[in-house]
């Protein structure tokens, strides 16, 4: 102790300590493990059960570290990962202390006397934290002379993941996460002492859609990817940043490929959005882009056989160009919900300047005007910086989902829900039809209501479940609303009541990865870029002058969206479509689409594989996936999105660049050559002053339920992993979805008379599914069935809607 | 230090009267007086009256248990818990057991004195899962005096209420750990939790909990009437009060002996009629396995907490197992160590990889293929599982070993000269 | 100049004629090589044929001319290539490249990889300089069963790894 303070002594903040490392001082926060003050302080405490997003366990034993409180030693070298620092503690790590530096190579070696010499055949071996630090700080041969402990290896606990339980340290990781940030606890602690294993239930795999990330966290070998077993080493592969392709919720990945292939994605770090974690799907869904049937070459149908047939790009968009060109005007645009911003952008510039038409619509699924004007009038514009993040929703007081089945449309979203719901911080409300999944696991209430009752359900709140408008009128609170609301009538007016009578501020989480962008970049038929309305004088003449183009010259009439383009199509009103990557069976009349794809006299398809829109397409031409193309997405808070080209040199060309060359042809100048130059084009375009679009004011009307014998209201949401074509060629993915049951109450069954049957059959005047069926706490009268999985196949098979009366009658009758 | 001079039995007093462990035989020798004793005074009395006595726990690590009791929060914002920790699994540890069988009782009324002191309305019993009679005689004493009014609503018309639940084990070592009986007795897997927070602040169901030995709450009752100076007479200036000590093994009369703390070996020995047979004493634990061993050096140690520590001990729970010179060291500790191997919980690397290593290289030695440095290896492992274990059973499951090897080396190593006879190399490779 | 001086250079010559020469036949007569030269690799097989290269890509790894290309397999109980429970499905070196250091064999965990004396790595095609697991497979021998087929040694990978070659020995004299 010096008796005079030093001169450059360190100042404690309050909420602060200071404390000693390895001879060094430094202030931590109250309440920080000591692993992590170490760790930011550059000594790195080996470690193998820790890790910073789950609660501390202390298994493993591995960050001894020799601790004085008050001047004391303790006893006992402390375990770094559990302790938290505190004021006048003196540590001393491995690096000082001979003690510390004992016991963790005494536990590195009692690691390893059970853990098998399997690394050449290891899938962790090369990346391995075991192998690293038994190379590091482990002895150089084995004291250990007698019999290993063994087990049978390796076992499916899911037809995803592996498990070796010979390589296992029970560091518990695995069952940690899957307890805490999943919440789908099916992985646990079996037996004890040397016998102890990680393991399932009999009968009860590990069906979590997150469970590829207790592969990633797993510190040894133990939990291995069915997918990606004996694939590749890690010093073979080149690993490039990216983002996820699938939903909205836009998570930082890591791609590792190897000649020309990806092998495998992982969770990047990002705390602002994915933490270290993304689902199942964005983890293991991506071998689409290698399927047979990805289109390679542009293809021209030939009049004499009516067949498809390779061309060469020049003929392909000489002959498109010349069709399109005489359509001028009579052209509508589909572009579907998978777009970068980029390459929505040459969509959006394409229609306008190519086509002269506002006849855009990125909607490929069931939509609403009343949608089209919330989107225009709160959605667009809105970034992390105005708008709802997932740091926001951790930090609401109050979260009401409605029409929005978080865990199945935006799992990143889900997880952040449950993360504030299990600190106690946050009440999260539902407003939908049976307490499922993610209700649970939000530690969510359910607020009931028939499906398309959701908007009267919102403007009965404040009667009938006062608590939920007060929590929401706590500053922070949050509601998030889904791609169902378009299909319930007045629910975009009622919650934009909502959000103004409580402060709430209000999030539209779309389900696929592109609409948020394509909303900005003005793919729709009212908007052009940047939210201006294309009614609007001022807005269009700020665009005319942004793209160079003459005073006047853009069309000023709103378009026709997607149902309006179909039905146009399909009576001979629209003589061209230029399609990008729509699966008309997604559409809301799926016969009528494809009515409309034979009637048009032109059909344009931009897709990466053959489709109902190629059958009926006059050219074909490829274009690129996001693993081998550069650009942006806008996840649902606005948050741009920048990802690089993964697998570069393909020939596979992004839409942008095949649309820009399609308008020279016409006569036309995009400037889209790049995402980069389609992003510099966009961003010239800068904010806009000129007015916003009005919020929707359509009432909200009761639900009432189908008055006839053998009638419910059909409830409908896709499942995260279904029969979506971005899942296909990945069966071990495809073993983890939901079982495909249609649910509804034991009174309804009863009334319906399905009880005493085991399968039910939903049917409309456009056809049927059979399909088992379970309980739960639906409303009288409603039947839920998956939007899109394995033979149910709502939209196709049925052409029903969320809240569409449909026929029930027990499996196998009529 | 010739003669014995037994104090007159307190904890085990009734133990041999008819039908000692019903209500009736405990009424008519002063059952339940010390609880209406007790209900007349404040919560806050009577943990000052257990604080004064000095009474510290007989689980084996001796703390004080008024202090314990202190712990607990003064409001009731949360239900506050006493657990009694009945799960008595240490080898050679035989004393609660046999005190629930023949006095079940004299445990129900320290609970509720001790629940009252602590203002919990839920008291639980964790019985180890084997001892089937013993909880069935439990569950039929809670009946008994839960008609008696002493137990249920609004004891002896007290106002205060009490629920007494005897919950059995499923006969796992390791859920004698106090937090590890908390999480089995909620339901889970019984391992040990991580500490902080500690049991008074967040134990069972998260709400403020303590964990009390069997011995330690039926001393209270005692405790009450005859007040902390009464108390105080038996035992040592630090370790005051009578104990049961259990003596097994080869003595004459094996059992339980109640004795003031304090006692040596020495008097217990004559109180059990001396080592069977007359065969002299070889090695012996003051306090069950766990406790590292003493010799025949160590017989008038005084065995109270201070005393087994200053030797290089411990009390634990004063199970005396006694061994005379048939027994080889290495085999005794093998055995153990298979108990410890077969019981870890398996939670943390170096109990569980440890014990399981340990057992192998007592095995092999045992059968006469050890090697010296084995010895050494033996002791380097037992070094990196001391004091390195999650909880205590890991520095449990190494004393006999470390002690073993401290006292009768030699045994070790002669069971390697016989292997290395066995195995010498011939002097040229190939000459054989 | 002196008088002997143009016979001088014919003695030369004279004087080599007696001298052992040190111009090889090749190609008609083949240079027996040092027992450890680093020819062309071998993938070699346990005695009953299965493969020893569990395609762990460690020789891979080694390689400093980025010569060896390797991907693993999952072996089935239906198609089984090698004991135990990975295979190396894709295994190619591109003699092109490799610089025959034999750090490979070196780092091969099971000595699947190892080196023969052969030399003749000459061609006039690029193409067929990357040898591919057909080409590097060591042949049949009797006895040797061409995979896949199940593991004959043993139950276990261990079986082949621990008394590989005494399995083998005991199977043909039970076969005699």
Same mark, same amino acid.
């Given at each position: 102790m010096t008796v005079a303070p030093e001169k450059n002594e360190l100042v404690v903040p309050e909420g602060h300590v200071k404390l000693v490392i390895d001879g060094i001082e430094v202030v931590a926060p109250k309440g920080e493990l000591l692993i992590r003050t170490a760790e930011r302080m550059g000594i790195t405490i080996p470690r193998f059960c820790d890790h910073p997003l789950l609660d501390p366990a202390g298994a493993c034993r591995q960050c001894l570290v020799e601790v004085e409180m008050g001047g004391r030693p303790m006893p006992k070298p402390q375990a770094s990962c559990t302790i938290t620092v505190a004021d006048g503690m003196v540590v001393k790590t491995q690096v000082t202390s001979p003690v510390a530096d004992k016991a963790q190579q005494g536990v590195m070696e009692l690691l390893l006397i059970n853990h098998p010499l399997d690394c050449p055949i290891c899938d962790k071996g090369g990346e391995c934290p075991l192998q690293n630090q038994a190379l590091a700080h482990g002895r150089t041969d084995s004291r250990f002379v007698d019999r290993k402990r063994t087990f049978a290896k +390796?076992? +499916?606990?899911?037809?995803q993941v592996l498990l070796d339980r010979e390589r296992c340290?029970?560091?518990?990781r695995c069952t940690r996460f899957s307890a805490q940030i999943a919440g789908d606890p099916f992985i646990e602690l079996l037996e004890r002492g040397a016998q102890q294993q990680i393991g399932i239930a009999e009968e009860k795999p590990f069906q979590s859609y997150f469970s590829g990330n207790t592969i990633q966290i797993c510190p040894v070998g133990a939990l291995t990817s069915a997918a990606y077993r004996f694939r590749s080493r890690p010093f073979d592969l080149v690993s490039t940043p990216g983002v996820c392709e699938h939903c909205s919720s836009g998570c930082a990945e890591r791609t590792d490929w190897r000649r020309g292939k990806v092998m495998r994605k992982l969770a990047a770090n990002d705390p602002e959005v994915n933490e270290e974690w993304i689902c199942d799907k964005g983890r293991f869904a991506f071998r689409y882009t290698g399927a047979a049937d990805r289109v390679l070459r542009p293809m021209v149908r030939d009049k004499a056989t009516g067949e498809l047939k390779q061309a060469s790009w020049t003929e392909a968009l000489q002959v498109a160009a010349e069709a399109l060109t005489k359509a001028r005007g009579s052209a509508g645009v589909l572009t579907g919900g998978r777009l970068t911003l980029e390459d929505a952008y040459a969509y959006s510039k394409f229609a306008r300047v190519a086509l002269g038409t506002n006849d855009i619509d990125f909607r490929a699924r069931p939509h609403s005007r009343e949608e089209q004007e919330f989107l225009a009038s709160t959605v667009v514009g809105t970034t992390p910086e105005t708008g709802v993040t997932f740091t926001g929703i951790e930090a609401a007081p109050t979260v009401l989902c409605v029409a929005f089945e978080p865990e199945e449309e935006a799992p990143i979203v889900f997880l952040r829900l449950r993360k504030a719901a299990r600190k106690g911080r946050t009440k999260v409300f539902h407003i939908g039809q049976w307490t499922s999944p993610a209700v649970e696991k939000t530690f969510g209430t359910l607020l009931a209501t028939p499906p398309g009752g959701e908007a009267a359900a919102v403007d009965a709140l404040s009667s009938h479940a006062p608590d939920v408008t007060e929590g929401l009128g706590k500053p922070g609170s949050v509601i998030l609303v889904g791609e169902r609301a378009a299909q319930v009538p007045g629910l975009f007016s009622a919650l934009l009541r909502l959000s103004e009578q409580t402060g709430a501020r209000i999030a539209w989480i779309p389900r696929r990865a592109g609409e948020r962008g394509a909303v900005e970049v003005g793919a729709?038929? #009212?908007?052009?870029?940047?939210?201006?309305?294309?009614?609007?004088a001022a807005a269009r003449a700020e665009v005319e002058q942004a793209w160079g183009l003459e005073p006047g010259s853009l069309p000023d009439v709103p378009g026709r969206d997607t149902n309006g383009i179909i039905e146009a199509a399909a009576n001979g009103e629209l003589r061209a479509l230029v399609v990008g990557g729509v699966d008309p069976y997604d559409l809301p009349d799926p016969q009528l689409a494809l009515k409309a794809l034979r009637t048009a006299d032109f059909v344009l398809s931009l897709e990466l594989r053959h489709s109902a829109v190629t059958e009926f397409a006059d050219v074909v031409l490829p274009i690129a996936p996001s693993v081998e193309k550069a650009g942006t997405f806008l996840n649902w808070e606005g948050r741009r999105r920048e990802f690089g080209t993964?697998?570069?040199? #393909? *020939?596979a060309l992004p839409d942008c660049r095949v649309l820009d060359t399609l308008a020279v042809e016409m006569d036309a100048d995009l400037f889209t050559q790049t995402p980069t130059a389609a992003a510099g084009d966009l961003a010239r375009l800068g904010t806009t002053s000129t007015a916003r679009a009005a919020a929707p004011t359509v009432e909200s009307r009761q639900q009432s339920l189908p008055q006839s014998d053998g009638q419910a209201l059909l409830a409908t949401w896709r499942q995260l992993l279904d029969n979506g074509s971005l899942q296909e060629e990945e069966p071990h993915l495809a073993g983890t979805a939901r079982r495909v049951v249609a649910r509804l109450s034991e009174h309804t069954a009863e009334v319906l008379g399905v009880d005493k049957a085991e399968t039910v059959r939903v049917s409309t005047d456009r056809g049927s599914v059979t399909v088992p069926f379970e309980y739960a706490d639906l409303p009288d009268g409603v039947v839920w069935l998956p939007g899109n999985s394995g033979d149910v196949r709502v939209r196709r098979e049925? *052409?029903?809607?969320?809240g569409s009366p449909v026929n029930v009658h027990p499996g196998g009758t009529e | 230090m010739s003669t014995v001079d037994p104090v007159t039995p307190v904890l085990t007093k009734r133990w041999l009267s008819p039908r000692s462990w019903s209500i009736q035989t405990y009424e008519q020798l002063e059952g339940y007086t010390a609880l209406r004793k007790a209900l007349t005074a404040t919560p806050e009395q009577i943990v000052q009256v257990v604080k004064d006595s000095g009474l510290r726990g007989r689980g084996g690590a001796g703390f004080p248990s008024g202090l314990k009791w202190s712990f607990m929060p003064p409001n009731e914002d949360k239900p506050h818990y006493l657990v009694i920790n009945a799960d008595e699994g240490e080898p050679g540890t035989c004393k609660d057991i046999p005190l629930m069988m023949a006095d079940p009782h004299s445990l129900i009324e320290g609970c509720v004195i001790a629940s009252y002191a602590m203002r919990s309305h839920h008291c639980f019993i964790y019985v180890r899962g084997e001892v089937l009679h013993c909880i069935r005689r439990l569950n039929a004493a809670v009946k008994e005096a839960k008609a008696a009014g002493y137990l249920g609503e609004n004891i002896l018309g007290s106002g205060y209420d009490l629920e007494i639940t005897v919950h059995a084990g499923a006969?796992?070592?390791?859920?004698?750990?106090e937090t590890a009986l908390l999480d089995s007795l909620e339901g889970r897997r019984g391992q040990p939790r991580l500490k902080p927070p500690f049991p008074a602040a967040a134990g069972l169901y998260a709400a403020p909990t303590t964990v009390n030995n069997v011995e330690t709450i039926a001393s209270v009752p005692y405790i009450i009437n005859g007040g902390s100076d009464w108390f105080r007479r038996m035992g040592t200036e630090k370790s005051p009060g009578p104990k049961i000590y259990s003596i097994s093994g080869h003595v004459e009369r094996p059992g339980q002996y109640e004795a003031p703390l304090g006692t040596t070996l020495r008097q217990l020995l004559e109180m059990a009629g001396g080592m069977k047979d007359g065969i002299p004493l070889k090695f012996w634990t003051p306090g069950g396995s766990s406790t590292p061993m003493f010799t025949a050096e160590h017989l008038d140690v005084p065995l109270d907490f201070e005393g087994a520590a200053e030797a290089g001990s411990m009390l634990g729970t004063t199970a005396v197992q006694v061994f005379n010179e048939t027994v080889s060291v290495p085999w005794a500790v093998m055995k153990w160590t298979q108990f410890y191997k077969h019981e870890s919980c398996g939670k943390c690397t170096p109990c569980r990889e440890g014990t399981y290593w340990l057992v192998q290289i007592l095995e092999r030695m045992v059968d006469g293929n050890g090697t010296e440095e084995d010895i050494d290896t033996l002791l380097d492992v037992c070094d990196n599982v001391l004091g390195r274990s999650f909880c205590a059973l890991g520095d449990g499951a190494v004393s006999p070993i470390q002690s073993g090897i401290k006292y009768f080396r030699d045994e070790f190593l002669a069971l390697c000269q016989k292997n290395r006879e066995k195995n010498r190399k011939p002097a040229m490779a190939g000459a054989n | 100049m002196g008088f002997l001086d143009p016979v001088k250079g014919f003695g030369v010559t004279f004087g080599m004629m007696f001298k052992k020469v040190a111009t090889e036949k090749y190609p008609e007569v083949k240079k027996v090589t040092a027992p450890r030269y680093h020819g062309r690799h071998q993938l070699n097989r346990h005695p009953d044929g299965l493969e020893k290269c569990v395609g762990c890509e460690l020789c891979a790894w080694a390689c400093p001319a980025d010569a060896i290309f390797v991907e693993g397999g999952n072996n089935t109980d239906e198609e089984r290539y090698s004991p135990g429970e990975r295979y190396g499905a894709d295994y190619q070196i591109n003699y092109l490249r490799c610089i025959g250091c034999g750090l490979c064999i070196e780092a091969c965990p099971t000595r699947s990889l190892t080196m023969t004396n052969e030399y003749e790595l000459a061609n006039d095609n690029r193409q067929v300089l990357i040898f591919t697991k057909e080409d590097l497979l060591a042949p049949l021998l009797p006895g040797m069963e061409a995979p896949p087929h199940p593991m004959r040694l043993g139950e276990t990978e261990q079986d082949y790894y621990v008394n590989g070659p005494e399995l083998a020995k005991r199977a043909q004299e039970e076969a005699k």
């Amino acid at each position: 102790m010096t008796v005079a303070p030093e001169k450059n002594e360190l100042v404690v903040p309050e909420g602060h300590v200071k404390l000693v490392i390895d001879g060094i001082e430094v202030v931590a926060p109250k309440g920080e493990l000591l692993i992590r003050t170490a760790e930011r302080m550059g000594i790195t405490i080996p470690r193998f059960c820790d890790h910073p997003l789950l609660d501390p366990a202390g298994a493993c034993r591995q960050c001894l570290v020799e601790v004085e409180m008050g001047g004391r030693p303790m006893p006992k070298p402390q375990a770094s990962c559990t302790i938290t620092v505190a004021d006048g503690m003196v540590v001393k790590t491995q690096v000082t202390s001979p003690v510390a530096d004992k016991a963790q190579q005494g536990v590195m070696e009692l690691l390893l006397i059970n853990h098998p010499l399997d690394c050449p055949i290891c899938d962790k071996g090369g990346e391995c934290p075991l192998q690293n630090q038994a190379l590091a700080h482990g002895r150089t041969d084995s004291r250990f002379v007698d019999r290993k402990r063994t087990f049978a290896k +390796p076992i +499916p606990i899911s037809t995803q993941v592996l498990l070796d339980r010979e390589r296992c340290v029970l560091c518990q990781r695995c069952t940690r996460f899957s307890a805490q940030i999943a919440g789908d606890p099916f992985i646990e602690l079996l037996e004890r002492g040397a016998q102890q294993q990680i393991g399932i239930a009999e009968e009860k795999p590990f069906q979590s859609y997150f469970s590829g990330n207790t592969i990633q966290i797993c510190p040894v070998g133990a939990l291995t990817s069915a997918a990606y077993r004996f694939r590749s080493r890690p010093f073979d592969l080149v690993s490039t940043p990216g983002v996820c392709e699938h939903c909205s919720s836009g998570c930082a990945e890591r791609t590792d490929w190897r000649r020309g292939k990806v092998m495998r994605k992982l969770a990047a770090n990002d705390p602002e959005v994915n933490e270290e974690w993304i689902c199942d799907k964005g983890r293991f869904a991506f071998r689409y882009t290698g399927a047979a049937d990805r289109v390679l070459r542009p293809m021209v149908r030939d009049k004499a056989t009516g067949e498809l047939k390779q061309a060469s790009w020049t003929e392909a968009l000489q002959v498109a160009a010349e069709a399109l060109t005489k359509a001028r005007g009579s052209a509508g645009v589909l572009t579907g919900g998978r777009l970068t911003l980029e390459d929505a952008y040459a969509y959006s510039k394409f229609a306008r300047v190519a086509l002269g038409t506002n006849d855009i619509d990125f909607r490929a699924r069931p939509h609403s005007r009343e949608e089209q004007e919330f989107l225009a009038s709160t959605v667009v514009g809105t970034t992390p910086e105005t708008g709802v993040t997932f740091t926001g929703i951790e930090a609401a007081p109050t979260v009401l989902c409605v029409a929005f089945e978080p865990e199945e449309e935006a799992p990143i979203v889900f997880l952040r829900l449950r993360k504030a719901a299990r600190k106690g911080r946050t009440k999260v409300f539902h407003i939908g039809q049976w307490t499922s999944p993610a209700v649970e696991k939000t530690f969510g209430t359910l607020l009931a209501t028939p499906p398309g009752g959701e908007a009267a359900a919102v403007d009965a709140l404040s009667s009938h479940a006062p608590d939920v408008t007060e929590g929401l009128g706590k500053p922070g609170s949050v509601i998030l609303v889904g791609e169902r609301a378009a299909q319930v009538p007045g629910l975009f007016s009622a919650l934009l009541r909502l959000s103004e009578q409580t402060g709430a501020r209000i999030a539209w989480i779309p389900r696929r990865a592109g609409e948020r962008g394509a909303v900005e970049v003005g793919a729709l038929p #009212t908007l052009l870029p940047g939210g201006r309305l294309v009614a609007d004088a001022a807005a269009r003449a700020e665009v005319e002058q942004a793209w160079g183009l003459e005073p006047g010259s853009l069309p000023d009439v709103p378009g026709r969206d997607t149902n309006g383009i179909i039905e146009a199509a399909a009576n001979g009103e629209l003589r061209a479509l230029v399609v990008g990557g729509v699966d008309p069976y997604d559409l809301p009349d799926p016969q009528l689409a494809l009515k409309a794809l034979r009637t048009a006299d032109f059909v344009l398809s931009l897709e990466l594989r053959h489709s109902a829109v190629t059958e009926f397409a006059d050219v074909v031409l490829p274009i690129a996936p996001s693993v081998e193309k550069a650009g942006t997405f806008l996840n649902w808070e606005g948050r741009r999105r920048e990802f690089g080209t993964t697998l570069d040199g #393909t *020939g596979a060309l992004p839409d942008c660049r095949v649309l820009d060359t399609l308008a020279v042809e016409m006569d036309a100048d995009l400037f889209t050559q790049t995402p980069t130059a389609a992003a510099g084009d966009l961003a010239r375009l800068g904010t806009t002053s000129t007015a916003r679009a009005a919020a929707p004011t359509v009432e909200s009307r009761q639900q009432s339920l189908p008055q006839s014998d053998g009638q419910a209201l059909l409830a409908t949401w896709r499942q995260l992993l279904d029969n979506g074509s971005l899942q296909e060629e990945e069966p071990h993915l495809a073993g983890t979805a939901r079982r495909v049951v249609a649910r509804l109450s034991e009174h309804t069954a009863e009334v319906l008379g399905v009880d005493k049957a085991e399968t039910v059959r939903v049917s409309t005047d456009r056809g049927s599914v059979t399909v088992p069926f379970e309980y739960a706490d639906l409303p009288d009268g409603v039947v839920w069935l998956p939007g899109n999985s394995g033979d149910v196949r709502v939209r196709r098979e049925l *052409g029903a809607l969320h809240g569409s009366p449909v026929n029930v009658h027990p499996g196998g009758t009529e | 230090m010739s003669t014995v001079d037994p104090v007159t039995p307190v904890l085990t007093k009734r133990w041999l009267s008819p039908r000692s462990w019903s209500i009736q035989t405990y009424e008519q020798l002063e059952g339940y007086t010390a609880l209406r004793k007790a209900l007349t005074a404040t919560p806050e009395q009577i943990v000052q009256v257990v604080k004064d006595s000095g009474l510290r726990g007989r689980g084996g690590a001796g703390f004080p248990s008024g202090l314990k009791w202190s712990f607990m929060p003064p409001n009731e914002d949360k239900p506050h818990y006493l657990v009694i920790n009945a799960d008595e699994g240490e080898p050679g540890t035989c004393k609660d057991i046999p005190l629930m069988m023949a006095d079940p009782h004299s445990l129900i009324e320290g609970c509720v004195i001790a629940s009252y002191a602590m203002r919990s309305h839920h008291c639980f019993i964790y019985v180890r899962g084997e001892v089937l009679h013993c909880i069935r005689r439990l569950n039929a004493a809670v009946k008994e005096a839960k008609a008696a009014g002493y137990l249920g609503e609004n004891i002896l018309g007290s106002g205060y209420d009490l629920e007494i639940t005897v919950h059995a084990g499923a006969g796992a070592y390791i859920c004698g750990e106090e937090t590890a009986l908390l999480d089995s007795l909620e339901g889970r897997r019984g391992q040990p939790r991580l500490k902080p927070p500690f049991p008074a602040a967040a134990g069972l169901y998260a709400a403020p909990t303590t964990v009390n030995n069997v011995e330690t709450i039926a001393s209270v009752p005692y405790i009450i009437n005859g007040g902390s100076d009464w108390f105080r007479r038996m035992g040592t200036e630090k370790s005051p009060g009578p104990k049961i000590y259990s003596i097994s093994g080869h003595v004459e009369r094996p059992g339980q002996y109640e004795a003031p703390l304090g006692t040596t070996l020495r008097q217990l020995l004559e109180m059990a009629g001396g080592m069977k047979d007359g065969i002299p004493l070889k090695f012996w634990t003051p306090g069950g396995s766990s406790t590292p061993m003493f010799t025949a050096e160590h017989l008038d140690v005084p065995l109270d907490f201070e005393g087994a520590a200053e030797a290089g001990s411990m009390l634990g729970t004063t199970a005396v197992q006694v061994f005379n010179e048939t027994v080889s060291v290495p085999w005794a500790v093998m055995k153990w160590t298979q108990f410890y191997k077969h019981e870890s919980c398996g939670k943390c690397t170096p109990c569980r990889e440890g014990t399981y290593w340990l057992v192998q290289i007592l095995e092999r030695m045992v059968d006469g293929n050890g090697t010296e440095e084995d010895i050494d290896t033996l002791l380097d492992v037992c070094d990196n599982v001391l004091g390195r274990s999650f909880c205590a059973l890991g520095d449990g499951a190494v004393s006999p070993i470390q002690s073993g090897i401290k006292y009768f080396r030699d045994e070790f190593l002669a069971l390697c000269q016989k292997n290395r006879e066995k195995n010498r190399k011939p002097a040229m490779a190939g000459a054989n | 100049m002196g008088f002997l001086d143009p016979v001088k250079g014919f003695g030369v010559t004279f004087g080599m004629m007696f001298k052992k020469v040190a111009t090889e036949k090749y190609p008609e007569v083949k240079k027996v090589t040092a027992p450890r030269y680093h020819g062309r690799h071998q993938l070699n097989r346990h005695p009953d044929g299965l493969e020893k290269c569990v395609g762990c890509e460690l020789c891979a790894w080694a390689c400093p001319a980025d010569a060896i290309f390797v991907e693993g397999g999952n072996n089935t109980d239906e198609e089984r290539y090698s004991p135990g429970e990975r295979y190396g499905a894709d295994y190619q070196i591109n003699y092109l490249r490799c610089i025959g250091c034999g750090l490979c064999i070196e780092a091969c965990p099971t000595r699947s990889l190892t080196m023969t004396n052969e030399y003749e790595l000459a061609n006039d095609n690029r193409q067929v300089l990357i040898f591919t697991k057909e080409d590097l497979l060591a042949p049949l021998l009797p006895g040797m069963e061409a995979p896949p087929h199940p593991m004959r040694l043993g139950e276990t990978e261990q079986d082949y790894y621990v008394n590989g070659p005494e399995l083998a020995k005991r199977a043909q004299e039970e076969a005699k």
